[in-house]
């Protein structure tokens, strides 16, 4: 009964994707050139921050082997690094930090590093988005909520209003300031286990010394549930006339009694949204390599075997000898978040089913 349950609902997802993807897309687009502008403008910034870094770092017997660096991945696009083979002897270099990370379940990591700067890693990622910026596309979920609910009466002869993305957008205008307000506590929210532990260390620096691993997984535990807890939050926002409060506490109830049920939902999503954006972004990478001669590196590690890899969900991370030019990383990073919106309409009509199905029910 449950597999037919996921199955039909899976089979509603692509089908409703299918044929309503340009409208989609159409709602999707303002939201997704910001997203995209400040995800490219926050990595060309971290670079210029490293570069500075590092050519600030204290003098040493072979500078040389410190230079600012690309890596390119199925998983972040591209980010600068620091190149050389012992990094963590210079204490004044910091990394560049790769913005929130939102995943939905402790992930599985395996990584290896040969002589050449190849790094292997199996690390199946359930995430909504990777990076801060790209996060921004949450303000387009309300919006697609809408429209997947128009569609749905509109199949059914009850709603004859236009399916057009201005009135979708219009009619989310209206409670702007309520869904941005929504989006940032949804952020506070699934982040208070790292920002109490951050405080707590802070008063209390002898908690730092506990084993690593008690916090990260106490911090992640508290992430799956508010993430899995307050997933139906747009449909609430944009469907019913709630508070704020009401909002998460709607989400809350819909959830309640179904929360493993969700999470099993959310899970298998994710791990197949990683697979699709793996694959798309290490195919569009192969095809770059052929015009770049600067990602030569990329066509060597892609090789078929390999390449494989991405289709369990996995990343390949190469650690180029150079740094990219600032076309090329735009390149990379606006295909990275072209196929991060082509993911966000999933979500959207997956929970707004969701919504739609438990509503029904309570």
Not at 79 to 96: A, D, E, M, Q, R
Not at 340 to 348: N, V, Y
Request: glycine share 4%; with cysteine.
């Amino acid at each position: 009964m449950a597999t037919n349950q996921r199955t039909n609902l899976a089979r509603t997802i692509v089908k409703l994707y299918y044929t309503h993807w340009a409208l989609f897309w159409r709602i999707m687009l303002p939201v997704a050139i910001v997203a995209i502008a400040v995800h490219v403008s926050q990595i060309l910034h971290l670079t210029a921050q490293l570069e500075e870094q590092v050519s600030g770092a204290p003098s040493l017997p072979n500078p040389r082997v410190y230079t600012v660096v690309s890596s390119v991945s199925t998983a972040h696009g591209t980010h600068s690094t620091v190149g050389g083979s012992s990094t963590n002897l210079i204490p004044n270099i910091i990394k560049p930090s790769q913005g929130l990370q939102w995943r939905l379940y402790p992930f599985p990591y395996f990584g290896i590093t040969n002589n050449e700067g190849i790094t292997w890693e199996w690390e199946p990622r359930f995430w909504i988005f990777y990076s801060t910026a790209l996060i921004l596309l949450l303000f387009a979920y309300c919006p697609l909520s809408l429209a997947v609910v128009h569609i749905s009466r509109h199949s059914q002869g009850q709603d004859s209003t236009p399916l057009t993305a201005r009135e979708m957008w219009r009619h989310t205008g209206r409670r702007a300031l309520t869904v941005f307000a929504a989006f940032l506590f949804f952020v506070l929210i699934v982040d208070v286990a790292a920002t109490l532990y951050g405080l707590i260390t802070w008063l209390v620096p002898s908690l730092n010394r506990l084993p690593m691993e008690l916090p990260f997984v106490l911090i992640m535990v508290t992430h799956i549930y508010f993430i899995v807890t307050l997933s139906l939050y747009n449909p609430c926002l944009i469907l019913e006339n709630n508070s704020i409060v009401g909002i998460f506490r709607r989400s809350h109830a819909l959830v309640s009694g179904a929360r493993l049920r969700f999470f099993g939902i959310y899970l298998l999503t994710s791990w197949i949204a990683t697979i699709i954006s793996s694959v798309l972004l290490g195919a569009a990478l192969l095809v770059i390599s052929i015009f770049i001669p600067d990602l030569v590196q990329v066509r060597e590690a892609f090789f078929p075997l390999k390449f494989l890899i991405l289709f369990i969900g996995g990343d390949i991370e190469i650690v180029l000898s150079q740094m990219l030019g600032t076309s090329v990383t735009i390149a990379i990073l606006v295909v990275n978040g072209l196929v991060i919106t082509f993911l966000a309409p999933i979500w959207a009509i997956l929970t707004t089913h969701l919504y739609l199905e438990r509503s029904a029910r309570l």
